[in-house]
C-alpha cells in the first residue's frame, strides 16, 4: 500500500444527474468538491444508499471521472439487486454519503510504452478513468470494449474522446462490433506488437483470459478486481484475494487494482 495516498474519509455527495446510459446501466453524477480532486483513478468509493434498517452495507462502486475544478464525480453502474435499484431511484438533489477514496490506483510508470485498456461489461467504469489517466500522462493506448449485446455497450464514445488509437468493439451476440469476447480481440492487437502494458476490468473469467494472453506475449497487465465487501477499509475480512504465491490479500485495502502475475487465477 501507498502511504502517502489520500486516507479514506467519510465525505457528503449530491446527486447532480442519475439516468440511464444503456440496457441496465445508469451514470451517477454526484456533485462532491471536498473529495473529487482526491480522487486517483482506479480507486473506489463505498456508497451509502439510504434505506431501511435492514439495509446497512454500502456499495463498491469505481468511478469513470473525477473533475477537480467542477468537483463531480462520473460513476457508471449496473442495477443488478436492490441496492443498485434503490440507487438508480435517488433523484437529483439527493444526499447521501460515501467512504472514499478506497484502494490503489491504476499505476503507470516513466516513459510508459503504448498500452492497451480492456474493459468487459460494467468493467468500463473504472477503464474510462484509466483511459482518462494515459491521456493526462500522454502515454499512447488502443482500447478493447465488450458486452453482451449492443444494447448492453457503453464507454466506447468515452474512450474515443480520450484519444484511444483503435477501439475494438466486441459483442457475445455479435449485434455491435465483431462476435466473441473482448479476449480475442486483445490477442490479434498483441500479436501485432509494440505494446508495453495492459490494464483490464470486466468478468473474473474475463481477467483470468487477459491474463493469460499478456504472460504469453510477455505484456505487463494490471487488473481490478471485484469481491464482496463489507466496511471498504481493511477492517472486516470478508474481501480475500487468493495470490500465486498462497498468500491472501484484501481487494479493498491492498487491491482493487493487482498486477495480473500475482492473482492466483
Ligand atoms: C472495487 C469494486 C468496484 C466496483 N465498481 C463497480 C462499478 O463501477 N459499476 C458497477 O456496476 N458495479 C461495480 N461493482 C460491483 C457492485 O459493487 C455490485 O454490483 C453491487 O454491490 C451490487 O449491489 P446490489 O445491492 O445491487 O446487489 P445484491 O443484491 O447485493 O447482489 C446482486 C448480484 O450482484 C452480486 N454482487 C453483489 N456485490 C458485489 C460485489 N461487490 N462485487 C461483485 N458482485 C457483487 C451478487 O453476488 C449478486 O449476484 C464494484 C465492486 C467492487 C468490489
Ligand atoms: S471489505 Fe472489509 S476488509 Fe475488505
Known sequence: MDDTKT???????????NEPVADGLMRVVLSAPDLAFRLAPGQFLNVYVPGDASQILRIPLSFSRADASTGKIEIVYAVVGDGTRRLSEMPRGSV????APCGNPWR??????RSVVVAGGVGITPIVACAGLLAEREIAFDAVVGAQTAGRLWGVDALSGLGAGTVAVTTDDGSAGRAGFTTDALAELLAA???AQVYACGPEVMMAGVARICREAGVACQVSMERMMCCGFGAC???NVAMADGTYQSCCKDGPVFDAE????
Open 7 to 17: 486516507p479514506t474519509g467519510l465525505h457528503e455527495v449530491t446527486v447532480v444527474t
Open 96 to 99: 447521501t454519503t460515501v467512504v
Open 108 to 113: 503507470t510508470s516513466a516513459g510508459q510504452g
Open 193 to 195: 506488437g509494440g505494446y
Open 237 to 239: 475480512g470478508t474481501c
Open 262 to 265: 500475482e492473482v492466483a487465477w
